[in-house]
Nanobody, 122 residues
């Protein structure tokens, strides 16, 4: 069974940092693109970042460029999202999702985790 599990969420102060992890099981991570998405209350789910398989090409939403970094460790079957200089606007439930080979948007991902809450507040 395919499973994605997020971890590392929590409460952090503005300007702080947090690293999210997405642990995969039930499939070979090497051949999958993994994306991070987020959804704040009352808003639609949006793409945050994504990393393709093989070539490791990365994508970032304009709102997080320069602050967030996505990476993958296929041996550990884990993808990370390092979040720096966090803002209150980053508060949301963060989801990781997978699809074969190439990054896609919300509607193009095949497998989803259950989400991890990130709250940026003083």
């Amino acid at each position: 069974q395919v499973q994605l599990v997020e971890s590392g969420g929590g409460l952090v102060q503005p300007g702080g940092s947090l690293r999210l992890s997405c642990a995969a099981s039930g499939f070979t991570l090497d051949y999958y693109a993994i994306g991070w998405f987020r959804q704040a209350p009352g808003k639609e789910r949006e793409g945050v970042s994504c990393i393709s398989s093989s070539d490791g090409r990365t994508y970032y939403a304009d709102s997080v460029k320069g602050r967030f970094t996505i990476s993958r460790d296929n041996a550990k079957k884990t993808v990370y999202l390092q979040m720096n200089s966090l803002k209150p606007g980053d508060t949301a439930v963060y989801y990781c999702a997978a699809t074969p080979h190439y990054c896609s948007g919300v509607g193009g991902m095949d497998y989803w985790g259950k989400g991890a809450l990130v709250t940026v507040s003083s």
